[in-house]
């Protein structure tokens, strides 16, 4: 099956060109010369694969890339930019564009990095196909872990997904709470329609309105076309709101009058609409707390609390580091086409004795770096990050082994020292309650 894939670029000459020779290496290629018509039939149509330009006539390229993200966490996106803006290109890149290319197109750069991002593509989808033959569980397969605390998880996420109601998603950065809501929505009764992941941090009010109701034309100065909301896009399926808990209180009372009407209104319009979607929300931070301080509505909360999934940190699971590791080379292995066997045990040492305060994404990216730079067929503790080499060796005297609780002695005050005696943060990152931390310090004698 051909991968869909779009090009958006203010000049039709260029569109025209790259859809007839990408046409012809077998892509279902579509063509924009605005960025407001292409995000309009994103909405409707998932792209695997997009060639932006930066420079678009209505709205930054850069600021699209978020949006292309958010509606489908898959695509890959090849930013065009002009002479001089490879710059701004490697920052496009650092948000998450697979690649840049720079104008004059090259017909054999573009088709070079299309190709390796539908090679990309198709070996993470047969990766997670296998995975799924293995386990003959599809929602699931995608969540790595066997500790008592994941199958806790599991066994909630199974229990809840059938059900039609709001999920409520708590963990810190990094724990899975995308996967955990991709699963619930996949083994739920909306798993044939869509599932629209949406970012509530760091937009202001008026933008995540335009974004999840969307607007009718002339609603603003800008808006020369209807645009669909995500909302009214998700029809039949799931919305996911990540990061609910940095919603502006002004579009919590909005978001709440659309979970009790079930209807919603256009920024602009006046015939209300219909709303089929299921909610899932999710939160680094305590909601409870939030409302308590009055950072979010408790009515609201009450809204998407129907059931509450709390994920555990990887310090609250270190049995499932080594299953981690071991998926994460396989998954590196396929996209660097390296042949990495697996993990030395001394680097596996280092690994599971590590804090790993960035949780789950921290050890893909320190398994990603590894597998990269490995050049023989077992990563060693060479290939690590110098702060974990760092670490392991503080723990030797020379060739002397420290007893367990010395080591967890030094490594706790070295965190103390580098946060400035910060106890909230160094329980943080230690992974810990404060309380336990407050209990560890009085029981070393401090």
């Given amino acids: 099956m051909s991968l869909p894939l779009a ?61 292309i993200k958010a509606l489908h966490r898959e695509a890959e996106v090849i930013v065009v930019t002009g002479f001089g803006g490879v710059e701004k290109a490697i920052e496009a890149i650092k948000k998450g564009a697979y690649h840049y290319v720079a104008k ?59 059900v039609d109601c709001n999920v409520l998603i708590h963990g810190a950065s990094g724990t899975g709470k995308a996967l955990v809501a991709r699963a619930i929505h996949q083994l739920g009764p909306r798993s044939g329609g869509p599932l629209i992941s949406f970012n509530c941090g760091g937009f202001t009010t008026e933008l995540i309105s335009s974004e999840l109701f969307g607007y009718e034309k002339g609603a603003f100065t800008g808006a020369t076309a209807t645009k669909i909301g995500l909302l ?132 893909e990216n320190i398994v990603e770096r590894a597998v990269a730079l490995c050049d023989h067929q077992e990563i060693g503790p060479q290939d690590l990050p110098q702060d974990l080499q760092r670490l392991e060796s503080d723990t030797l005297e020379g060739d002397n082994l420290l007893p367990l609780a010395e080591v967890e002695r030094r490594y706790i005050f070295k965190v103390l020292e580098k946060t400035g005696y910060d106890k909230g943060l160094s329980a943080r990152i230690l992974g810990v309650p404060r309380t336990t931390l407050w209990r560890k310090i009085r029981n070393m004698g401090s």
């Fill in 7 to 67: 090009v958006v670029d203010d000049e039709p000459i260029v569109c025209r060109r790259l859809s007839q020779a990408l046409n012809r290496e077998g892509f279902a290629v579509e063509s924009f010369t605005t960025g407001h018509a292409f995000m309009e039939r994103m909405a409707q149509h998932a792209f695997d694969i997009v060639l932006l330009d930066l420079k678009l006539p209505d709205i930054d390229g850069m600021a699209l890339l978020p949006r």
């Fill in 104 to 162: 004059p197109v090259n017909l054999g750069a573009i088709r070079s990095l299309v190709k390796g991002a539908k090679d990309k593509i198709e070996a993470c989808r047969e990766n997670l196909r296998l995975r799924q033959a293995l386990t003959g569980d599809a929602g699931l397969s995608a969540i790595i872990g066997n500790s008592p605390a994941m199958q806790e998880v599991f066994a909630l996420v199974r229990k809840v997904a059938p």
């Fill in 232 to 363: 009214e896009a998700a029809a039949g399926g799931t919305v996911f709101l990540d990061e609910i808990g940095e919603m502006p209180l002004a579009m919590q009372v909005k978001l709440l009058h659309a979970l009790q009407e079930r209807r919603i209104l256009r920024v602009g319009g006046t015939a209300p609409i219909d709303l089929n979607v299921r909610f899932i929300a999710a939160s680094n931070k305590d909601l409870k707390n939030e409302v308590a301080l009055g950072n979010f509505r408790e009515d609201l909360f009450f809204r998407l609390n129907v059931v509450l999934i709390n994920l555990p940190s990887l310090a609250q699971r270190r049995e499932d580091i080594p299953l981690l590791v071991r998926h994460f080379i396989e998954k590196y292995n396929l996209l660097f086409h390296k042949q990495v066997t697996g993990i030395r045990p001394g680097a596996l040492r280092m690994l599971s004795g590590y804090s790993f305060p960035g949780n789950v994404r921290e050890v």
